[in-house]
């Protein structure tokens, strides 16, 4: 058979295969229980979170172990305006991701001259600092109490005050997200950010501005956690320091790993795989961290590309490599 008519046949039940995922998403909510569909909408928003981190780490090579701050910048900043300010939730919804993408770029700058080790404390050390604010500075945040009362979503007159009408925003949010960096991936920008990740000497030897293209990752990214941010603070009515601890980051950076580095429906795969298991473990709640390790370690040992990620980040050596060591020294740590 020509190899021609193979790859368009390919084609064909891939684009088949899409189409009834999205019908089964649009139907899921439709006959499914409210326990399901607050499921459903948790994979929404860290699918929207694990994208941007993913931007970030597996197409640009920048270890960002901070995610879950600039996801708090995000949440706080749309549920303070909303509260004190009483903006529209598309004002909130936009600034947030806008302020997040500012304080991605305050970040990265002083980060431009640091290998990806030292970036990875960095965040580290930003992620403390945010808690540390949450927590102290209570004239704005309200420190340990959170911020309550945050009103839902509201677009053109119309409430997103149900689990399935906030499910139905959420989905649109995410395919929007989907569509706008698997275009942009795709594009001149996207193969210089791979060409940063892979090789950033090559890449500057073949003029890629090497510094700007690492910003401009680490701004998209944030600004995408930001919007995330902003759909859980609404969604939920309430944010508070506890939500955006440094085990929250790690649970990001796991779910890239689960997906598959380099892959953008990997991070989908992977939002959803970690917020799924443990609803099936629920039994077992106690085992519940353990259980995610010894996953992640077995997927680490057998698949280290991730369940959608490609054989070349597989193979040994490299910031793939660098995350999955981390990761695994990570989990064999004992308990305190």
């Not at 994979?43 to 920048?62: H, V």
């Not at 409430?159 to 706008?180: A, E, Q």
């Not at 597989?314 to 064999?332: P, V």
Request: contains cysteine.
């Amino acid at each position: 058979m020509d190899v021609k008519v193979i790859k368009d046949t390919a084609v064909k039940h891939k684009r088949l295969l899409i189409v009834l995922l999205f019908v089964a998403v649009i139907i899921f909510p439709l006959v499914s229980s409210g326990m399901a569909i607050r499921v459903g909408s948790n994979i929404m928003i860290y699918s929207i979170l694990t994208m941007g981190a993913m931007l970030i780490c597996g197409y640009t090579g920048m270890l960002n172990q901070g995610m879950a701050a600039f996801y708090g910048v995000g949440a706080y900043a749309s549920a303070l305006l909303s509260v004190n300010f009483d903006l529209p939730f598309i004002v909130c919804f936009l600034a947030a991701g806008l302020i997040t993408a500012g304080v991605g770029l305050l970040i990265a700058i002083p980060c431009l001259r640091v290998e990806t080790d030292f970036l990875s404390l960095i965040t580290i050390a930003f992620a403390n600092i945010f808690t540390a604010i949450l927590n102290n500075w209570t004239s704005l945040t309200r420190g340990p109490a959170g911020v309550p009362g945050i009103p839902p979503a509201e677009l053109f007159g119309f409430k997103f005050n149900t689990p399935v009408r906030n499910f139905y925003l959420m989905f649109g949010v995410v395919v929007i997200v989907y569509v706008i960096l698997h275009n942009l991936i795709k594009s001149r920008i996207g193969r210089a950010l791979q060409a940063v990740r892979d090789n950033d000497i090559g890449a500057s030897s073949v003029g890629i501005n090497v510094n700007n293209n690492k910003v401009l990752a680490f701004a998209i990214g944030t600004f995408c956690a930001g919007i995330a941010g902003s759909l859980m603070a609404h969604f939920i009515g309430f944010v508070g320091p506890t939500n955006f601890t440094f085990d929250e980051s790690l649970l990001v950076l796991q779910m890239c790993i689960i997906g598959g580095l380099g892959s953008m429906p990997g991070a989908i795969v992977g939002a959803a795989f970690f917020v799924i298991m443990p609803e099936i473990i629920r039994p077992l709640a106690v085992y519940r961290v353990g259980v995610g390790g010894v996953i992640m370690i077995l997927c680490m040992l057998f698949r280290p590309q991730g369940i959608m990620g490609s054989r070349a980040f597989a193979g040994k050596g490299g910031f793939q490599e660098k995350i999955r060591s981390f990761l695994r020294r990570r989990h064999q740590q004992p308990v305190a």
